[in-house]
Structure formats: structure tokens, C-alpha cells
């Protein structure tokens, strides 16, 4: 089975900007989170997508925002960008119950100079 | 903000030496999961612990969870320069309203040969 993967790898944008990142989950697997990370805090929790519906949502301003379409795969976008909104993004899917583990992408690195 | 707090948050040890990394919650979890992410990698699932005071073993690994199932531990017998990375623990928390797979913050292990 092909892992998650994440298109971009890296990006580098301008304050002000716009941006969307494209997650592709394991075949079958119909939850997705997005979580961004950074050296200062660490693994933090963007939003989950399950069919298509936004089933939890982390502490992120409204810039933050996202979407899954019927075929599993998710996208997460952040407008006006800041220059604090450089991290590495992770796209993690699971299978069947959120209990399960987490199977994550190797992630878009994005630098906003 | 982050209610997992996993410490220490930098380990450095000789090849050989014992690590030990430890997870607290403020609230009761109901299960708790552990990630390795190697450097310049993303993170990859270990193992998940779901009864009162479970220990699980892979390997050299010990994984534990709290009798009270408000903390976790991993242990690694005789490091090796293969377990360097970070370690990470996380809880389901009910944040909002809504439960949430929330991550501690890591622990750094680095090993000297």
C-alpha cells in the first residue's frame, strides 16, 4: 500500500500570500488531520476531516482552513500569510475509529519570508 | 494550549545508557499513543496503550500507562545510535467539547557512539 502523501514538499512564500497545501491519505483510510509543527510548540492539532465532513477542530485562527473531497484526499489553506506560519505541515490519515493510529506524510515544509 | 506535557525535553546519553521519557496528563486519557519522528523524518507510530497500567515491550522498548491512566512512560534498554530522534507521546483529550488527539511536546533523544 502507497503511504500518505503531501504535494508540496517545500514552499516558500511572502507575507500576505496565500497558500494551499494538497494531503493524499492511505487508499481505504477516510480520516485525515492536518497538524503543523514547529521547534517552539511542537505537534499542534490543525483540524480533522472524516467523509468529507470537518470533525474537530484545534485552536487556529479562521486564516486557517480546509477541505476533503469524496475521494479522501484533503487540502488545508492559509491565507494572509504571517511570518509565525513557518513550520512543517502534516498530514496524517487513519483507518476506520479515531483510536487507531496515525499514518503520517512526510509533510510540506513552508518558509514565509 | 497543550494539557500533555512530556519531559525531559533533551536527553543525551552514551550508546549503551538507558532513556527514559515520561508523559503527564492533567485529565484521564483513554488511550495514549507513542511516535518516533528521526531527524529530518516524520513521525511514525510505536505502539498505543489502552488499559489501566499496561506495560507492552518491543524489544529493547518498554512502553507503560499509568494505573490512574493519567501517564505513560517509554523506556529504551542499552540505546543505540538507531533510536536517535524524537519521542513523542499523545492522549486523547476532550478539548471544546470535542476529543482531540493532542500531542506532548517531544523529547529529544541524541546518542554518543
Known amino acids: 500500500k502507497a503511504g500518505v502523501t503531501q504535494t508540496p514538499r517545500y514552499l516558500i512564500k511572502t507575507r500576505g500570500q496565500q497558500v494551499t497545501l494538497s494531503c493524499s491519505p492511505i487508499?481505504?483510510?477516510?480520516?485525515v488531520s492536518w497538524y503543523q509543527q514547529t521547534p517552539g510548540q511542537g505537534l499542534q492539532f490543525l483540524f480533522e476531516?472524516?467523509?468529507?465532513?470537518?470533525?474537530n477542530k484545534g485552536n487556529f485562527p479562521g486564516r486557517f482552513s480546509g477541505r476533503q473531497f469524496s475521494n479522501s484526499r484533503s487540502e488545508m489553506n492559509v491565507s494572509t500569510l504571517e511570518l509565525g506560519d513557518s513550520a512543517l505541515y502534516l498530514c496524517?490519515?487513519?483507518?476506520?475509529?479515531?483510536?487507531?493510529?496515525?499514518?503520517f506524510g512526510p509533510g510540506t515544509r513552508l518558509t514565509v519570508l | 494550549g497543550q494539557q500533555v506535557m512530556q519531559i525531559p525535553q533533551y536527553q543525551h546519553v552514551q550508546e549503551g545508557e538507558d532513556f527514559t521519557t515520561y508523559c503527564n496528563s492533567s485529565?484521564?486519557?483513554?488511550?495514549i499513543q507513542w511516535y518516533k519522528q528521526r531527524p529530518g523524518g516524520h513521525p511514525v507510530f510505536l505502539i498505543q496503550?489502552?488499559?489501566?497500567?499496561e506495560v507492552k515491550k518491543q524489544k529493547r522498548l518498554t512502553f507503560q500507562f499509568g494505573e490512574a491512566k493519567k501517564n505513560s512512560s517509554l523506556h529504551i534498554t542499552a540505546t543505540q545510535t538507531t533510536d536517535v530522534g524524537t519521542y513523542f507521546c499523545?492522549?486523547?483529550?476532550?478539548?471544546?467539547?470535542?476529543?482531540?488527539?493532542?500531542f506532548g511536546k517531544g523529547t529529544k533523544l541524541t546518542v554518543n557512539p
Open positions: 496524517a490519515s487513519q483507518a476506520l475509529t479515531r483510536y487507531n493510529e496515525q499514518f
Open positions: 487508499s481505504g483510510h477516510r480520516s
Open positions: 476531516y472524516f467523509s468529507e465532513t470537518q470533525r
Open positions: 485529565t484521564t486519557l483513554s488511550n
Open positions: 496503550l489502552v488499559k489501566s497500567g
Open positions: 499523545a492522549g486523547f483529550l476532550t478539548q471544546g467539547g470535542s476529543e482531540k488527539l493532542v
